[in-house]
């Protein structure tokens, strides 16, 4: 038989392990009596666990949600998981603003790791290398504001600063957040405008809340994706050019890394307009869709495929003259 202190802890895993356990199936598992059970139960509560019990013949234990948050029992690979999520999330959050958060908890975690697991974490983390995010931070409590609206269905106010630098306030209803490398969009329905309208999260300052609620207008997720995709997309190009390509429209948009409106002329032609803040770099894209295309408006764009085409004959006939 285990001994009280060992008997806890298996207890304790065993409730984390499975949502719902009868007391017979643990006093089985433990090799200890129902009545040594209830004991043990009551331990755990008296250190924080919050275990909700079921009567009945059915009746059982389950670890519930408590008011505060206590120690967790984790097998290797679940520490190592946690670990390395950490480690990561220090990365990958640094537009959240939590990763000072992320490293703490890890310290934590790695104070007690056994030497056999630290070695495969710092194994992983040695063979790792992460792009640096050159994005802004976003103040978390910003992010868990606008959340919380979306998920009470509640409506927002905020100040918001444009482009050109002016602060308008901003009266919506908050759809859906959306995050696209390191920065965070807020797609919402602009009371004021009546229509669907895409936030920066990093330049809002939301007001004290209202209470005022509404009702969700129902979009699938990825409509939403791509609609904010389309829309930060098409606000940042510079040039435009609106193109027919010999290819039919389901291969076009295979080849195309953003959502975009393909209009289909036949099963071989379609037309659509792309941009970029660059006209060579929009040009070298458009002669990478595989098919022949015909550019019907963008003078810039123009001239940026006669100076590729240029470049790329006088590579060509330095490689044939040898």
Request: one cysteine or more; proline letters at 6%.
């Amino acid at each position: 038989m285990l001994e009280t202190s060992a008997r806890l802890l298996e207890l304790l895993s065993l409730l984390q392990a499975r949502r719902d356990w009868t007391s017979s199936a643990l006093s089985e598992r433990l090799g200890v009596s129902t009545r040594t059970v209830r004991a043990d139960i009551g331990r755990l509560r008296a250190l924080g666990y919050p275990v909700d019990a079921r009567p009945g013949v059915s009746g059982g234990y389950r670890l519930a949600a408590g008011t505060a948050m206590p120690p967790l029992l984790l097998d290797d690979d679940e520490a190592v998981a946690v670990a390395l999520g950490l480690g990561l999330g220090a990365i990958v959050t640094r537009g959240v603003g939590v990763e000072e958060t992320s490293l703490t908890a890890l310290a934590k975690l790695e104070q007690v790791l056994p030497s056999h697991l630290r070695r495969r974490v710092e194994a992983v983390r040695a063979a790792t290398s992460a792009v640096p995010d050159p994005g802004g931070p976003v103040e978390l409590p910003v992010l868990g504001a606008v959340a919380a609206a979306i998920r009470s269905h509640e409506r927002l106010r905020f100040g918001y600063t444009t482009h050109d630098g002016r602060t308008e306030p901003r009266h919506v209803e908050p759809q859906r957040l959306v995050n696209w490398g390191p920065l965070w969009y807020l797609l919402a329905w602009d009371l004021a405008r009546d229509d669907w309208r895409i936030f920066r999260v990093d330049r809002m300052v939301p007001h004290t809340p209202t209470g005022a609620r509404f009702r969700p207008r129902v979009i699938p997720e990825e409509e939403v994706v791509n609609f904010v995709v389309r829309r930060v997309a098409r606000s940042t190009w510079t040039y435009r050019a609106r193109v027919i390509v010999h290819a039919p429209a389901a291969e076009v948009a295979a080849r195309i890394p953003i959502p975009i409106e393909i209009e289909e002329i036949d099963e071989s032609t379609c037309r659509f307009e792309l941009g970029s803040h660059d006209p060579d770099r929009l040009a070298l894209s458009l002669t990478q869709l595989g098919a022949d295309i015909e550019v019907l408006e963008g003078d810039e764009v123009v001239a940026a495929l006669e100076r590729l085409a240029a470049r790329l004959q006088r590579a060509a006939g330095g490689a044939s003259g040898r």
